[in-house]
């Protein structure tokens, strides 16, 4: 069975502090990894990741795949209480066009 | 607003009632999806349309669940005789033809008394 694990599911940090968060996947014909951010509604998307040791960035936030532990990360720097969210890991597969989804992170930041 | 919308954005039904949501998609996403999420964990896939094709549907969608999109655009998921186990929130996706990004929509959060 696909199955997406993340880790920390809870972290609560500084504001300034810099979190990363881990996500791993145990699934057949791996496509793509995409991270969201959700706050108290609809997840909203960040990255998607199809190629292995390619960072992506987006202001403070960045991630990459590593293909051949069938992990990735991501990273906030500098964090702000904006952050505090849930974030959401899930991959794509091939030949279907479901996302498996990780339980989340919840990210608190204390000012 | 040209996100994807979803209606009602809350649900309180007795056990037992039928259930009936709707999910309007980014007008040119030709793909649409429905999950489910409880507390505490990530979204869970239940079922795929690509235009007015259901495609894909999960173990997790019972005979009590139905899923609708007649016309290729707005889409309808109803469930019957609901169950306690039922609350959760709804959540509706769509996509384009040219990507694999998913939008999501706010969410229909139902409650089972």
């Known amino acids: 069975e696909d199955k997406v694990v993340q880790s920390p599911l809870s972290l609560v940090v500084h504001e300034g502090d810099t979190v990363t968060l881990n996500c791993s996947y145990e699934v057949t014909n791996f496509r793509s990894l995409l991270w969201y951010k959700q706050e108290k509604k609809a997840p909203t998307f960040l990255f998607m990741l199809t190629s292995s040791g390619i960072e992506k960035k987006s202001g403070r936030l960045s991630s990459i795949l590593d293909k051949k532990e069938l992990s990735s990360i991501l990273n906030i720097t500098a964090t702000q209480t904006g952050d505090s969210a849930i974030y959401l890991c899930?991959?794509?597969?091939?030949?279907?066009?479901?996302?498996?989804f990780g339980q989340g992170t919840r990210l608190t930041i204390n000012p | 607003d040209t996100g994807v919308s979803q209606n009602p954005r809350h649900k309180i039904t007795k056990r037992g009632q039928n259930v009936t949501f709707r999910c309007d998609p980014i007008s040119e996403h030709n793909r649409l999806y429905w999950y489910r999420q409880t507390l505490g964990q990530g979204p869970e896939f239940l079922t795929y349309f690509q235009n007015e094709a259901q495609l894909e549907k999960s173990r997790l969608l019972s005979d009590r669940f139905s899923a609708e999109r007649p016309k290729g655009s707005f889409s309808t998921l109803e469930i019957q005789r609901t169950e306690q186990g039922d609350s959760a929130m709804y959540l509706c996706a769509s996509s384009s033809p040219f990507d694999n990004e998913q939008f999501f929509g706010p969410g229909t959060r139902l409650t089972v008394l």
């Open positions: 899930a991959t794509l597969i091939q030949g279907a066009q479901k996302l498996v």
